[in-house]
């Protein structure tokens, strides 16, 4: 239908005009790019560490590391470059998921109330209060022998299983919030009175109202994820090596800082930060975009 | 009398109040406690009443967003509570509700148009000639443009907002509107409009009106009937003209005169002042809570005649009166609780007599 399809229409012409939107835009897609065809982008092999080479500085484009090599001598950007797929990848993954399970669990906790309520609140409570190492360490004891390949959905399976266990609680909770803000305004009273089935009220009626806080908290949530990441690869559940990814690398570069090779922290730092800038820009203009009110 | 399309038996709606770990029911709201009346084709019946009386609920529960604690809702003649579900939604159609504020009452992420289809979504229909253009009709129908469609809530003024939600509530061809203060959040120049549209499409669709309002002068201006409430009971009803000119029930009296006038001089002229109003019935303290309505009568505590019969009141005579309206209005004309229409001569006389200050005065004038 036309009427459904100008929103649309209407938030792509709003994301156009604002140039900030398009530099995050370029942002974002220069680093799919990347995780897409990381051949594009270095001819290096992450692997080849020869030892006497470790920590050399940057020596600029066109010479053989031009972002300098990390402590055991492998090359910075192309460890960086075969680093995003798996680092984008499990962002994606984890907060797709768990912005599914937290809103939809929010949104009937919210809506229903009583006893599913109930059940929903205690279960965020319970996976607050368990701290995310130990929870971690206990996923690794159960899947400890388990050999899931080498793919790179594979590599960042046990790492995003943890995270999504753990992650989904906020989003629970701010969707409840607003879900009881939202469900007793008229016109939900308004749907009701016409007979509107409950499924057609929340998904029609509460959640474009009540969804406005997670994505305020989604761009946040992917730099969340890539540090974590670089935790549980310290324990031996994150991206295991071979793969590499930027919260490794940033775990690694970290301890040289101080110890005269700070470019090994701040390539995937940078890269870092300017993924997470270019998401909060992005979602700051589409939530507007989205907001009829806030249309030219 | 024509044949009533709605008619409400004794309709009672008790919200419980829960404490504590075991979530016990230590008491109850009596929102609404035992109303009565019928709403003929074609007619407004105006629901009129202080804050607190029930006014919302009872105009909730006609549309089907509130369930009755018991009592009956009968739309033509069907009772609403014994019907399969698939009959409530038929029911449903025919009673459609207008809200008070139109600032919440339309969803603002979705275009007019979107809002004024829903009901065919939802109802999945497909009108003659195609949703978009029944949709156009209904905005045309309300003094909107059909190209007002695909604009959004937030680009309208308040007045073409109630516009858009009354469109909402006629889509499903409905015979009876509940209209909960549909004015009351409008500046004074828009509510005329709408209340001339409201009396306009009365007249083009034959609809009955359900008019839920705390200005006495709008009620006055569209409804045939008023039904005065206290506490979650009506006190008095009958044709508008007998009520605000002849009430019976000194809570009326005292409501009616609340009512501002604008000319500061009739407003505020003493009591008794001939010719130049009534003076202000000032009722003293509040409305008792809802949860422990007085036993009786439940306005004994407040009604100035139950303070002048004095004794009479202090022995709890008064406590024992069912001083409330019961059943069904015999002939159809206007009706108050038994006692008030026994001790009505002694109030008879215009002025506040009843008005605790002015009784022995009043007594004079009449003897």
């Known amino acids: 239908m036309s009427e459904e399809a100008r929103p649309l229409a209407g938030a792509w012409r709003a994301l156009r005009r604002r140039p900030d939107t398009v530099a995050a835009a370029t942002v974002v897609l220069f680093f799919a790019l990347m995780a897409a065809f990381p051949a594009l982008f270095t001819s290096t092999s992450p692997r080849s560490c020869p030892i006497r080479d470790a920590r050399l500085d940057p020596q600029g484009w066109g010479a053989a590391h031009p972002l300098g090599t990390d402590a055991l001598g492998c090359d910075v950007l192309a460890t960086l470059v075969h680093g995003v797929r798996p680092s984008l990848l499990l962002a994606a993954v984890v907060v797709g998921v768990s912005v599914m399970i937290g809103v939809t669990l929010g949104l009937l906790a919210g809506y229903y109330l009583g006893w599913v309520d109930y059940l929903v609140s205690r279960a965020v409570e319970v996976f607050l209060v368990v701290p995310l190492l130990l929870a971690a360490l206990l996923v690794l004891s159960l899947f400890q022998g388990v050999d899931l390949g080498a793919g790179t959905f594979q590599v960042i399976l046990l790492p995003a299983v943890v995270l999504i266990l753990f992650g989904w609680m906020p989003y629970a909770r701010y969707v409840r919030a607003s879900t009881l803000e939202a469900k007793n305004l008229d016109y939900v009273t308004a749907a009701r009175s016409l007979g509107a089935s409950d499924v057609r009220i929340m998904v029609r009626h509460v959640l474009p109202n009540a969804i406005g806080t997670v994505t305020a908290l989604l761009p946040t949530s992917v730099a969340g994820v890539i540090s974590a990441e670089a935790v549980l690869s310290f324990l031996g559940i994150g991206v295991r090596p071979p793969a590499t990814s930027w919260g490794i690398q940033i775990e690694q570069g970290s301890e040289w800082v101080t110890g005269g090779a700070p470019h090994i922290l701040l390539a995937p730092l940078v890269c870092l930060v300017a993924t997470v800038l270019a998401l909060v820009v992005l979602g700051d203009a589409l939530r507007d975009a989205l907001d009829p009110r806030l249309a030219r | ?367």
Request: charged share 20%; glycine share 12%; hydrophobic share 40%.
């Open chain 2, 1 to 367: 009398m024509p044949e009533p399309v709605l008619e409400v038996r004794q309709l009672v709606r008790h919200f419980p109040v829960r404490r504590g770990l075991l979530r016990r029911t230590v008491a109850t709201v009596k929102a609404v406690d035992g109303v009565s009346f019928t709403l003929a084709a074609g007619r407004t019946l105006g629901l009129v009443g202080e804050s607190g009386s029930g006014k919302s609920t009872l105009a909730r529960m006609l549309a089907g967003i509130e369930r009755p604690t018991a009592g009956q809702v009968l739309v033509h003649g069907e009772d609403v509570a014994r019907l399969s579900r698939a009959g409530r939604k038929r029911l449903r159609r025919d009673v459609q509700m207008v809200f008070q504020d139109p600032y919440t009452s339309l969803n603002p992420r979705m275009s007019v148009g979107e809002i004024v289809g829903e009901p065919f979504a939802i109802h999945r229909i497909t009108p003659a000639g195609g949703r978009r253009a029944a949709v156009g009709e209904l905005l045309e129908l309300v003094g909107l443009e059909p190209g007002h469609a695909s604009r959004y809530p937030h680009q309208f003024s308040g007045g073409q907002r109630q516009r858009i939600g009354i469109a909402r509530a006629l889509a499903l061809r409905p015979g009876i509107l509940v209209c909960d203060e549909p004015v009351s959040a409008l500046d004074v120049s828009v509510q005329g409009q709408v209340v001339n549209l409201l009396q306009d499409l009365q007249e083009e669709l034959g609809l009955s009106y359900l008019f839920v309002a705390h200005d006495l002068g709008v009620v006055r201006h569209i409804a045939h009937e008023v039904a005065v409430m206290y506490l979650g009971h009506v006190v008095e009803h009958g044709p508008s003209g007998d009520v605000y000119d002849d009430a019976r029930h000194p809570y009326t009296r005292a409501l009616l005169s609340a009512a501002p006038v604008p000319d500061p001089a009739v407003r505020f002229a003493p009591a008794g002042d001939a010719g130049r109003g009534d003076g202000a019935i000032t009722l003293e303290g509040e409305p008792p809570s809802p949860t422990n309505p007085p036993a009786g009568c439940v306005f004994h505590t407040r009604c100035p005649l139950a303070r002048a019969l004095g004794s009479e009141a202090a022995d709890g005579a008064l406590a024992g009166e069912t001083a409330v309206l019961t059943g069904e209005r015999p002939g159809g004309g206007h009706h108050v609780p038994e006692r008030c229409a026994r001790t009505a001569p002694v109030l008879e006389p215009r002025a506040a007599c009843h008005f605790a200050r002015s009784v022995p005065a009043a007594v004079k004038v009449e003897s």
